[in-house]
Structure formats: C-alpha cells, structure tokens
C-alpha cells in the first residue's frame, strides 16, 4: 500500500507522484461538471479535483459530505496559474483522485467545524471531540505538546529527573480546598487529590534525587469565579544545593526553551528582577505589568504638610498617598473620570481625586480640579515635581489604607494602560518579584499567615525576628510574572528541621497540628535534608498567554465548566448503590443535619 | 562562588583543580590521624581526606556522622598506587579538603542507607524519602526517568502529540472498581478516577489529533493480592488512519528507544507474532514465555483411540489431552513430580500423569508410568513420535477441561523451565499474541464478555458472525509478551456506529444502559470518527522488567501498601466534618444500613 501523505504537506515537489490521504471532507463544490473537494487533516487541508470521466468515482465525488472521512489515492497535479491558491500552503497544487473511499460518514455536524465557528462554550463542551476537529484548536493542542515537549528537553538536559508523585494524597487542608476520595479498605477515610506536588518534591530532595521535574496535575475545589479549573497541570521543579539565583536562571531557561518551541520568539537570557517592596511602591500590584509606565510615585510624607483631610489622615495613621501621573490624561472627559472613579470603588476605594494639567508654570490656576482648592501652592508645586507633571498630564490620586490604595490605584494602572494604547501588541514581558515578606497579617484569625506557605525560607539575616518581628521579615520567594500575570513561583526551602518547627509557631500551628499535617516532613528535615529550593509554572495559563486566547479553558482538551461539570460525559453523575455501600457512605439528608 | 562538582563525576583530569562538591557523608575514617571521609549525591561517590594540619578541618571531620549533608572545597589529588580503588569511578583520586562546611546534620537514620540494606518494606515506605537515597533507588528513578524521556522523544518523532485527558472522569463501572471523587457542588454525585484514558483518546482520533500519547495515571480500586497498585503508569498511544500493523510498527520501535535508553540493549525491529489459538495450543497461556521450550503437543484426537477413561472422557466430550515433554525430565525424582502434581492442582488439575521415557525402542517396557499399563502399544507409539520423545526424557499428561489443562500444563510449564534451568539471564524475548477471541463466554451471566473491551474491533470478515457465532470471531486486538510476562496490548477500535451498537447488543448491554455509560462515545462516531487504534504499555511493569526487581513498588518513587494505604502521610485518614459536611455525605453506619 501506498505510504501516507499528509493533507497540508503536498507541495510542488509532489507533482507527477501518485499518493494517497486521509482526512475529512470539508466542502464540496461542482464547477461545470467537475468537483472539487477540500479534504482536511491535523497539517492542512488540500484540495481533490475529480473530472467526470470516471464516473463512479466523479458520483461518490458528488456525493460527499461535510466531515465524512474519506481515504483518496490520485496524482499530484500543478494548479493552472489562475487557480493558484498563494495563501494556501497547498495551494500550487492539486490531487486528481482515481480513487476515493468512504472510511465513515458523518450525520450533519451541531456546528460548523472551523475557526469562525462562534457557537456557545457550553455547546463547544458539550460536543468537545468536533470543537477540537477546528485547525485553531488543534494548532492549540499541538502548541501544548511542542512547549511541553521542549521543556521536557530542556529539563533533561539540566540533569532533571521526571519522577511522579502520587495523586491519591494525604488531606492536609490548607488554602484552598482539597478533592476527597473515600477509601473502600478503610471506610470514612479518605484520600486528597494533590493541590501541588510541594511536600513530595521536597521529600526527593531529602531521598537525594538533587534535580526533580514533573509536568503534574493539580487539584483545587474551589468555586471557579475566575479563569480556574478543578484540575489544571504544573510544570514543578525542585533543586538542591542551589541559591535563589541558580533557581530563577534554570527558570528562565526553561521559559526560554518552551517560548522558543511555542511561538518561535526568543526570550532574553536573563528577566529583569523588582522586589515586592519596589512593585507596590510604583506599581501598586506584587504582578506589575512592565510594557507600559504609568508608574506611580508615593506623596505620602509630603501629605503632612497638607491640612486636607482625605490625604493628611492616612498621611497621619500610617497610610498611603499616592499619584498616578497619566501623560496626555488632561484630554480624558469628565464621564472617563467617572467611569474610572466607578472603577476603582470595586477596590474599595472611596473616591478618585483628579489633577488636570494645563500649565504646569501657572499655579494654582493652571491646575484644573476639584481639589486644587484644598492644597497649598508649595505643596501643588512639589507634588508636580515629584511625579514629573507635564503640560497635558492626568494626575489621580490614591489616599487611605495601604492595600486600597495600592490595589486601586494598580489596577487603575492596568486598565488606564489598555484604554491609552500604551501596550504594543506581541511586547512579551518577564519580570520577577522577589524578597516577598515572609507573612502577612491575618486580620480575622489575628495571626500571621505565610504568604506563600509554611515551607517558604525566611532570609539568613532576617532569621532573627522570627518571634519578635515576624512581619518585616522576608522570604527567599520569586514570583516570575508575563504582561502583569503571575505565571509562576517559587522559593528556597526551609531545610532546617528547627526553623521549621518556629516557623509554625509563629503561624500558630501547633505541635500536634505541624505533627497529623505535615510530621513526615518535619521528619523528614531530620535525617540530612540538604538546601532545596524550586518553583511551579502553572502550563495552562502560560499557553493560554502565548495562544493570545482569554480562556485556560481553549487550552486544555478536555476541560470542566465554571460550575465544574463535564457537559460531554455529564460528569459528576449518579453512582450505584452498590458503590455507595462498598465505600460506606451515605447521603446526607438535609444541609443541618449533624 | 566555584561551580559544583558532582561526587561520581571526579576523574584523574581534575588533578590539580579546586573543586567544590555536595553531598551525604557515608563514612568517616580515621588512618593514623588522617580522616577519610566518603561522600556520596546522587552520581556517585568520592573520597575527602583531612590532614591534621587544619585542626579546625579535621575536627569538624571527625565530628561528622552518617548523613550529614555538607559542602567541601578542596583540591582533587591521585591516590597513591596502593589505595586506588578500581572498582569505584571516582577510584584514582581524593579531594583533599580545604574547608567542610556543615549544611544540615543527620539523626541516626532508622536503616542503613545503602544497597546491603535489608529492612521490612513497610519499615521502608513508612521511611521513603530514606530509602529512596540508596544508590540503587535512586538507580531505578533515574531508569525511569531516561525511559519515558527517550519514549516521549521517540513518539514526537513519529508525530504523536501528547494531550493530557481528565483525571475527574463519569464513572462508567465495567472491570475493575473506579475510585470515586464525591463532588461538592452536585451532592451525591461523583467522579470517577480514570481506569485507563480509553474512551478519551477514542474521542481525540474523532477529533482529528491524529496520534496521540500520555504517560498516563490510571487508577483502580481493586484488592491488591497481585503485586498491583491503586494508581499505576501506563504508556498510552493512539492513532488514526492505521493498520494493526503499522500499531504494532510503532509500538516495536517505541519499546526498542525504551529499551536501549533503559538498559541499552538493542531489540530487534519486528518482534515475532503468534495467534492466541497457536498459544494456546503450544504454551498454554495466552502470554508464552519463548525463551525456553517445552512446547505442548495436543494428542486429543488420538485419545479417542484409548480406553482409559481418563483421557478418552476429555476427548470424546470437547475436553483436551496435551503432552509436555521435558528433556532430561527421566532424572526428577518421585518427590520433584509429586510437588509438581501438586502445583497443577492450583490451576484445578486432579492430577499429573507421566511417562518416563528410558527406552523408546521398547514398548511398553522402556517407559516407566503408573498409567502405560492402560494405553495400547501403538498409541504409545504414536504419542512418543508426536512429541519428539527420546531416551531420558519426562512427558507430563494433561487431561481434562480446556482451560483447566491449559492454565494447569502452561503454568507448570513456566515453572519446570526456570526449575531445570532454561532460562537463560539476560535473554529478552518479546513476542506479540495476535488474533484474540472477540468474546469470552461469562458462564455465571450466560452471555459473551469482550476479552478486551467492548470497543475493540471485529475482523471485517468476521463481522457477520457478529450475532449467529459471536464466540468464533476473532478481534483485532493484540498483547505485547516479554519472558511470559503481558506488559501491553491494544486493538483496532470500532469506528463504525452500527458496528458499535451491535457489539453493544452481543454484550447484552441494553440501548439505555450504553446511552448513559458511553452515549458521548457512540454519539462522537456518527460524525466523522477515522479508522482507529492504539495500544498501551504497563510503565511500573516494563520497568520493574528492566530493573530485575520483582516488585512494581520498587519502580514507584511513592507507592502505595498492598492494603492500598501510605505508610509514610498516614493516607487515607480521616477528614474534618466539615469536609463532611461540604460534600453532604456521612457515614453509614453499619454494613446492613440501607
């Protein structure tokens, strides 16, 4: 039998050859008497022309279709030069069939598969295995194997091994919350689907593994407001005997390799770094997005001097005051600052205080706003010095408590940065926050709290305020953000069993607790851990940004909707009572029932 | 700082040169106040010594213990000529240290850390990340790594594109028992873990991926009595627009990359098939070990000649009688033949009749036999020449119901071969069982069973046996054997939608109960699914092969017990009640509980 060629792979080269192909039938049209058929695979499509001489095969021609599966056997033949197809990499050519074979038909298909097709996600989901057939997604698939392919590559070639960790997990609830499976042997026991391979990979460093990679699948029951999926996949590594920087450098390495691979573009050697304190401070967010300015500049002690309440007060008690110069901003209407003001209330922010800068050289009067009155001119004049105003200029003001401030005034940032233009479209930017604070404040529980987790490495130097000063503390963790999106992150470990054990004092864990979660670790860091650190990219959101798709969801075969539901398999379903009784388990009959 | 030397990679041309290196302390010796100190990561091992000329130094090098983790810089030296040690890599040098830095201190762990250990495996699980830094351990993850990277090279390069399919999966029981994920937004409902990515990668061929592959996690909830795991590896692929053969192509050339990169032994480029009627009727079982062979010879027929009830009771009524000639076998003692009747009685055998053959020139007299007294001189003959008898030799006698003489004559046949010493070490044979049954007969339901699963594809010729003689087809499906044991298999799967529902029908599954299991799979066929077919390999299985351990769990960084449980996290274990009550479940409080 004639070897197999692919649909999108002939070329002028094959003319005169007799092949044969495989695909599905995309159109069908008859000019004249004779008939033409576009026939499609994963590499292309190409185009079958059948004269009426044959005329068996000219009326199953006629016959055909849309997305029936046919074999053709024919000659390669060169397209007359009117006909020529230049955007068709196919397109100097055609196949002229002397044979055609119906492999199966298709029933009319719910929607039209290919890339304009602009039927509902639901309807996509439901019938997934023809949403996948358009040349988009499978180009979506086939991006997700050559970038994870690469990475793999590039893994290997670091001295990483691949190793597994287990899905069926101990529950050790943490953040967020864990997917359960009953165990049948023990019954009202349970498994946990992994969150994350944390504890295992550190685990391989203490069994001297020295480098551990796996492209692991992860699990989080959570409601999915955002863009999240209840199993979603992690390119995870570990490393021992390294420094935060031997860390980020096979990061950016790694990233190297599967943007090459994915998009073809080459990112720099090495990604410029911020610290967390640095991103707050001039972008209000620990994800800034770099493509653009915007930056903004902190007047808080300045605000002493002032007598208006609204910056003096959180000037005062400890809270932040801050400008967001917008150049050319002055030309924004009274409804864009309004709809701005709207914008930043989502981020509790009581108000947004605008400047217009008419003339920077006539002041107050060159000044347009409702707060010009309010401040005095020295004042007017180092605010606009301080931000470096210019004629045109947009200044917004953010005063009060820190994180409103911050969040406000950096997600205003990020939107006013959109709205202006300022983003070039293909500017790819890495940039990684590190020296992130060690905790943060539980307000409700009155505690600190990890800000990454328990397991985080505090700085050598800062080790000593573990117990008196737990809160100016950093960690040694990086955050690698793309565009203003946190793609990944990861930190040095805690390999000390002692630190490890104050550092869940000063969580408030307790023995007892550090012991049922997390003993075997804590064990663990007693016979010999060596100095470990790693990092996780989550896959899915890396290849829904270099896919230039919104969704996670456009990237993943086989995805679950927002409420976390299969529409295809109709997964979750009914299980027997059968099932029910050999795990023990019986409904709970109404919510208070105890 | 000075780049990383790892242990094991320290050759004479580092004579001279300042190195740093990590690593375990293995031991510390004391020669005339030099301190000899092994020190181990995971490439190997070198030897620091420590002259009493840095007192510092050599202090801190007495004081080392087993499993400390430290850090040395110092110079790499030759060994003088007398303590070169040719059997270690790293034999010709030392590294004479100038500092010892301590990174993390050991407890005296619970085992010796290297190969001679010989603890109890639960000792071992419970303990994991210990045992897992024996040199051989780390041996096998680092022969798990090089085989799925050089399987994952191998299928990019024939164009397979690896997609990842769901792990929150509908329950769809059939063959094994699915684990289950109770769902928290659909009370009562549940997931299922996949047992295998079948239907899936059936869903993906509909959807044009044209070849797919997964390192995939499968899971099965079943009693562990065989060496087994409740989540387990396979090596998943599939493809469109294939023959059998160009399946079985591919999954030869797939293993020969595994092999050599495991165990860099080169395969052969086709591996030799045999039907399963042929294995049967030769080997017995349907996973014939070749290396050996005491092949059975089928003497049915010509034991309706015979009176003796024993073998003409089979013969007459559908039954079957074989001979298995063992060379050599005339020097078993009595006692070696009685333990060997005894082992065919745990396949169901009742018995094992023999002949030894001392002299074939003389019937009756040269052979020795409870049972020669019963047969007539020429049907001795005539058994003797249909197996090849000669001097010296030992024919065992089956007699009985099919598969009882098969499971009972094929599996002392496996064990008379290693007993008498055929099987040679090292010899890998790999053989394909092609042309399975499509159907076993499920005595206890009365109906046909596919031997497979009920996707696997008929031969076209046979399809109108489909409902007149269903247990007469043969499907095409076929099983990859090495040494006897099945370590994958797959088939052809059925693409045709009526093929399908009639297959369905021949299984006895209603319209409604295949709507509701795989309604999505037999609704993806009416629109367009190609000729498919894939195979998948048993990763844990073909590893513990190439390691020569007996175990899968030695090839599982984190395997479960065999009462499915996690010594070393306590999984399962209990969960919070409100973890309970999230998933509005309780208990059932007794067996009975309905």
Redesign the interface.
Known sequence: MLA?THCGDFRVHHIGQTVRL?G?AQTNRDHGGVVFIDV????GLVQIVVHPDDPAVHQLAHSLRQ???I?VVGEVIARSDETVNAKLPTGAIEVKASTITV?????T?PFMIDDTCDTGEQHRLE???????RPK??GF??L??RV??AA??YL?SQSF???????????T?EGA?????????????????PQSPQ??KQ??M?????RYYQIA?C?R?EDLRADRQ??F?QVDIEL??VSQDEVMAVAEGLLRSMFDAGVGIHLPETFPRITYADAMDRYGLDRPDVRFGLEHVNITEMMKRVEFKVFREPADNGGLVKIMRVPGGSALSRKQIDDYTKFVSIYGAKGLAWIKVNDVTDLPGGLQSPIVKFLPEDVLADMLQACGAENGDLLFFGAGDEKVVNDALGNLRVKVGHDMGLVAAGDHRFVWVVDFPMFAWNADEKRPEALHHPFTAPYAEDLDKLESDPLNMRSQAYDLVWNGTEIGGGSIRI??PEVQARVFKTLGISDEEADSKFG?LVN????????HGGLAFGLDRVLSLMAGVDSIRDV???P?TQ????P?????????DA??????????RT?Q?S
């Open positions: 197999r495989n599905w499609r695979d994963r590499s997305q029936d599966v074999e492999l199966n038909r298709s029933e298909p019938y997934r295995y023809l949403d996948l057939r997604m499978q698939m086939a997700r194997h994870t392919h793999r590559n290997d091994l691949e190793i597994e960790t287990p899905i069926l997990n101990k529950s609830p919350r864990d997917y359960l499976v009953p165990s049948r042997v023990y019954p009202g026991s349970f498994f946990a689907l504890i295992f685990l391989l203490v069994a001297g593994m020295d699948r699990f029951d209840p199993e996949t021992s005997f390999h000390n075997f663990a860091l007693k016979y010999g851990a060596p100095p993943i075969a086989f679950k409420k976390a539901a299969d295809m398999s109709n997964a979750p379903s009914e299980v027997s099932q029910w009784k050999e795990l023990g388990l019986r409904k709970r919510i029932e």
